[in-house]
């Protein structure tokens, strides 16, 4: 199957989506969109599909960006907007809530990555950190602090920590909270916050537990899709459950005589979208690529996708998303 050919079977995979999965994915996302990789008007479009979370305060005047740079502390990430094309989405309506990293923040990075992310040829690089900083709707501190996780609209999610009356957010501690703009908050944190930035291939082949799963990629001609934009959630088989089917299947598959049985199977580990685990339970099954839907549950505190427990969920990609099974799922005959 040519990479044209699945990207489109995963346009139709989403569209014929059970609604109840669609709705439940977007109310636990609170808006994902798909793959947003910074566009303007997406992030705009993004903001409107959400409720706001409490009404603007008044005498808040000022929108996001001018708040900022009235503030004094924020003339990297002033500049870091400006150099992404992104100051006039955050000067429209929104509501954002922005994690803002002061100027120590930007300076606590290794030295010379500012400057190397504020070249031209970086911009898409800048694009996805910067819109990992912003989450669509108004969140105010009480709002974050009960949300163990918020998604972003560069469509990855930042986990959130309560520790000792501290809030972190991806690792950065919220050092100022609900600084009131007209189309939003901001909250201000001492560090930058870094999306994943390897695609679920990357990912895949950096943990060194998919080496079959990988192998299985090349042989059936999917690996420059699932490096593609998608996004995608993957639920893949680590070299473990592999190794648990009959004797010679893995060599049998893997022989281009059969690459058709081997896309179908490989198909039926993809779902269409950034679906992470939570949503997947709630939802209770999803439409994969191949066309069959997998079905979840709960099942001794576990997640189960089929007859394959799952673990590790919620592996972030730049592209998507990878929950770990350990069986090889098969499409029913």
Not at 70 to 91: I, K, M, N
Not at 278 to 302: C, N
């Amino acid at each position: 199957m040519t990479s044209s050919l699945l990207m489109s079977v995963a346009a139709a995979a989403l569209l014929v989506m059970p609604a109840t999965f669609a709705q439940d994915c977007a109310s636990k996302a609170k808006g994902e969109t798909a793959h947003q990789q910074g566009s303007t008007a997406a992030l705009v479009v993004a903001a409107a599909m959400l409720p706001m979370h409490s009404s603007a305060p008044e005498g808040a005047g000022k929108d996001i960006v001018d708040t900022a740079i009235e503030a004094g502390s924020f003339t990297t990430l002033v500049t870091a907007l400006q150099s992404a094309g992104l100051v006039d989405a955050l000067r429209a309506a929104g509501p954002f809530t922005v994690f803002a990293p002061n100027d120590a923040a930007f300076a606590a990075l290794p030295k010379g990555t500012v400057e190397s992310l504020l070249k031209p040829e970086q911009k898409a690089s800048l694009t996805s950190i910067l819109t990992y900083h912003v989450v669509p709707g108004r969140w105010d501190a009480a709002a974050v602090m009960k949300a163990p996780f918020l998604t972003t609209l560069n469509g990855q999610r930042l986990a959130v920590r309560v520790e000792d009356s501290q809030v972190f957010v991806a690792g950065a501690k919220v050092v100022a909270a609900d600084v009131a703009a007209s189309n939003g908050v901001i909250h201000v944190l001492d560090g930058v916050m870094l999306p994943a930035d390897e695609d679920i291939v990357g990912l895949a082949v950096g943990s060194g537990s998919f080496g079959t799963l990988v192998a299985a990629l090349q042989a059936g001609g999917l690996v420059e899709t699932l490096q593609g934009d998608g996004p995608f959630t993957v639920f893949a088989p680590t070299d473990a459950a592999f190794a648990k089917l009959p004797p010679g299947t893995v060599e049998s598959l893997l022989e281009p005589a059969n690459k058709a049985q081997l896309v179908e199977i490989l198909e039926l580990h993809v779902v269409s979208g950034r679906v992470y685990s939570d949503a997947v339970v709630k939802a209770g099954s999803a439409a994969t690529l191949q066309g069959q839907a997998l079905s979840f549950k709960v099942r001794d505190g576990k997640v189960v996708v089929g007859t394959a427990n799952v673990g590790p969920a919620d592996l972030q990609a730049s592209n998507g998303v990878v929950h770990v099974i350990d069986e090889v799922l098969l499409p029913k005959s």
